[in-house]
């Protein structure tokens, strides 16, 4: 029997989820490395006309998303039990409840911040095809994490390797 205070040693797949900008991309590995498991990159999901959509600036739509969400999915659920960490906006409620339909058990770990910093590091970034043109809708779109949802929200203030660790500790007590 454990405790809330005992790590938990199974592993789990973990979405890393949030508004374009957030630092997905940086804070999945360093999460992965520090539980020992794979990371994969939720932007190599998407089919070749979403990236042209988002590059345009043009917003995805739940149709755009259905084939993305559906391949994250499937990829997650071939990592139960041995368990994994991959970035995905997840935004909507629905999103997240079509990813556990597919991999019953997912954690998700939510790296929310403000504005103004995601905009200030999108502005930073160089060839990424999701541009601050489309964070408004982003944030419009946004359903932060349930109550009744697994997961844990950390704010994306600190550097990449903060987050990260404190990322790490918590999703090891849940």
């Known amino acids: 029997m454990s405790t809330e205070t005992e790590p938990r040693t199974e592993p789990r797949v973990i979405v890393v989820m949030g508004v374009a900008g957030t630092g997905k991309t940086t804070v999945g590995p360093l999460v992965a490395e520090a539980l020992g498991v794979p990371y994969a990159e939720g932007d190599d999901f998407h089919p070749a006309a979403n990236i042209a959509k988002m590059s345009a600036g043009i917003p995805l739509d739940d149709t755009d998303r259905a084939p993305w969400l559906d391949a994250i999915g499937d990829w997650a659920r071939g990592r139960a039990g041995l368990g994994g960490v991959v970035s995905c906006s997840a935004l909507k409620r629905a999103y997240r409840d079509r990813l556990r339909?597919?991999?019953?058990g997912l954690v998700f770990l939510h790296l929310a911040g403000d504005r103004e910093l995601i905009a200030g590091r999108m502005?930073?970034?160089?060839?990424?095809?999701m541009t601050t043109r489309l964070l408004d809708s982003q944030f419009a779109t946004l359903e932060p994490l349930g109550a009744d949802e697994a997961g844990i929200t950390v704010d994306v203030a600190p550097e990449a390797a903060v987050i990260a660790?404190?990322?790490a500790a918590a999703l090891r007590r849940l």
């Open 123 to 129: 502005a930073a970034r160089k060839g990424h095809f």
């Open 165 to 167: 660790e404190r990322a």
């Open 101 to 104: 339909a597919a991999a019953p």
